[in-house]
């Protein structure tokens, strides 16, 4: 199998070089990034594993943006043809994105991929589609009975306000779409909701508004389910340290554990 790893900023492509380095008889990675440092700061790009390496543009712009549709943008359709121009260039059979931008880009593509004989390993598009845009997850959980912070998804800013009296502050804004907890803002009074309110909304439409709920514990499920629901495994990792910079609260120490609460 030749293999075409993606997103290599990202640490989980690492993983799964790591991972499939015994199946693959060559693995092909794709850098992309405006700086020398975005392109080469990362394990995935100088491992002995590797192959060969190729430039791609930057897929994630209309993402982080909310665009989320069922046909290419004008970027995604670039990104595409790139992938398309190394897969047969490379010989590749399979290609394995790990960055939600990346992820929701194959999954629109997934069968033309596979016309050229290419295996994306993603979802298809419908579930995706509901998991990159968090108000859709939201609206999934609610509907499942799984319990969340209380959400408004605010047209404006006088939906906004409205909806804040609703709930008590600090309030949470967030993008819809969007990862590594980026941009995510407190606003603990109006005059500073409005503020956040705006800045986001330049970026992408309707961010969402939630209840703020304090916490000390962090944990992480990582579950792979078949395509007939049936669960296969489930990994979550002991958290014994933990960072905190701004709303974020990243693992700083983490190890091993079969015990699943």
């Not at 070089?17 to 990362?42: E, H, M, N, P, Y």
């Not at 994306?120 to 999934?140: G, Q, W």
């Not at 907890?181 to 439409?205: K, P, V, Y």
Request: charged share 30%; aromatic share 8%; with cysteine.
């Amino acid at each position: 199998m030749n293999l075409l790893i993606t997103n290599t900023r990202e640490d989980q492509a690492y993983l799964i070089l790591r991972s499939l380095r015994d199946v693959a008889s060559r693995i092909v990675v794709t850098l992309d990034g405006d700086s020398w440092f975005q392109r080469w700061g990362s394990m995935s790009a100088w491992s002995r594993h590797v192959s060969a390496r190729h430039r791609v543009p930057d897929v994630s712009a209309d993402w982080r943006a909310g665009v989320i549709q069922g046909e290419n943008t004008a970027g995604e359709e670039r990104y595409v043809r790139r992938i398309e121009e190394i897969c047969a260039l490379e010989r590749i059979d399979a290609v394995f994105p790990s960055y939600d931008a990346e992820v929701y880009v194959f999954s629109k593509n997934r069968e033309r991929l596979a016309q050229q004989g290419v295996t994306a390993v993603v979802p298809d598009f419908e579930a995706v589609s509901r998991i990159l845009d968090k108000s859709e997850t939201l609206a999934a959980a609610a509907r499942a009975g799984f319990p969340a912070p209380r959400t408004r998804v605010p047209a404006d800013l006088d939906e906004a306000r409205q909806a804040a009296r609703e709930l008590s502050p600090p309030w949470v804004l967030k993008p819809r779409c969007g990862a590594h907890a980026a941009n995510i803002r407190l606003a603990r009074d109006e005059d500073e909701l409005a503020r956040e309110f705006d800045r986001l909304t330049r970026a992408q439409d309707r961010p969402l508004l939630q209840e703020y709920v304090p916490a000390e514990t962090k944990r992480n499920y990582y579950l792979l389910v078949d395509r007939n629901h049936e669960l296969l495994s489930v990994f979550t990792p002991r958290v014994l340290r933990t960072r905190k910079t701004g709303l974020r609260t990243p693992c700083a120490a983490v190890e091993s554990s079969h015990e699943v609460p």
